[in-house]
């Protein structure tokens, strides 16, 4: 098979720089190894920026987002003894949506057939060849037999695990890491929210974070050591550990109920650089990863391939191969903003094992600082909603 553009993984990703590449008339292929259920199974991101918003609405894709997706104006950080409300809307003009990663993806994927965006999901041992030339190779199992799709690009949308990143010689690469000594332990359940905003907590005892899908979905997280298993945290357990952590004024709107899924999620900063090697693109999680605490990983993913999609039809429909060589500045320059804001305040709301009474009088002191200073509430509202694209 010959196509112009070989997309590797089907997520939030690939999926969205499929469609974007076929709005502008670019011919691609979807290559994924999982099946589509299995992909709509993995329950991750909730909180929308308006890139990611933007470009459903380019699509127009954002039917359902628009009559399911809940636009939050505010949040809240809780110390454990108040609720300071970050007034997004009236320190930004902007706000965010909370609408389901899950969603999303369904929406991206219900769509392809109609768009003539073709995905080949269950597609085994995925292999890049000749990234280095101008006729790059992708080859895959399914079936039982061995396929080849050649193509002029090939952008790696397959996530932290995926081969991708691998292809770019290691004499190139660069990679910046910082792994956190703890996870998070979430629990979805079909119940109303505490809060009508999100709350992330600091507490004596740990983090919490109280965030939702719906009015009748809720979904919450403790950090726990990287050692906890999920089997230590029955359902009852986590929602009086929850209770306790998220304050008074949270923890008294709880309504409890059976988990409908409970996992947990290492926490990393990661970031591989460059982001482009000769024909082979990488966008979102293939290339960089940030902790969840500023919902930033998926609205990465989402300006990633804005750029890519940018880069790829400039260079399709003006042969501009300065398009292709500038994205991976370009990417990289926002994706070091959002990791700088994602690891700031994850430093700020947890603890971590090796701080002292100095380290928590510093948090204490920071949220304090940030609730009384609207300058310091703006630069978390801004940082928050979005970043410029
Ligand atoms: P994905 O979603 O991991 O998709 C990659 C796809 O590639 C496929 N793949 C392969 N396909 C073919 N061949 C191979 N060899 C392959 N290897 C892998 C995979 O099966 C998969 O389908 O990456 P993508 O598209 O870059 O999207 C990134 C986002 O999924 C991720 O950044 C967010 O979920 C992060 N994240 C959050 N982001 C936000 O913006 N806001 C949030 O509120 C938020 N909360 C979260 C999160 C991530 C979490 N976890 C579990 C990591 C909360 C959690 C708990
Ligand atoms: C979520 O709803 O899953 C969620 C919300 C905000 C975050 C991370 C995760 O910062």
Redesign the pocket.
Known sequence: MKTRVAI???????LMLGHLLRAEGIDCVV????TGDY?LGRI????LEQITVRTMARLGLDARLKAEGMVEDGFALADGKRLIRIDLKALTGTSVVVYG?TEITRDLMDAAPRRGLEVIYE?GD?ALHAVDSDAPWVTYRKDGAEHRIDARFIVG???Y???SRRAIPASVAREYERVYPFG?L?ILADVPPCHKELVYANHERGFALASMRSRTRSRYYIDVPLTESVANWPDERLWDELAIRLGAQAAANITRGPSLEKSI?PLRSYVFAPMRHGSLLL????AHIVP?TG???????ASDVHYAAEALAGFFARHDADAIARYSDKALARVWKCERFSWSLTRLMHRFPEDGPFERAMQVAELDYIAQSRHAQASIAENYVGLPV
Do not use: F
């Open positions: 590797i993984g089907a997520g939030p990703a690939g290559l994924e190894r999982q992909v991750r991101a909730g909180v990663q597609a995925v949308c397959d996530g695990y995926g081969p998070w979430g999620a966008c979102g999680d293939a969840p919902a930033k990983g998926l609205n990465l993913a």
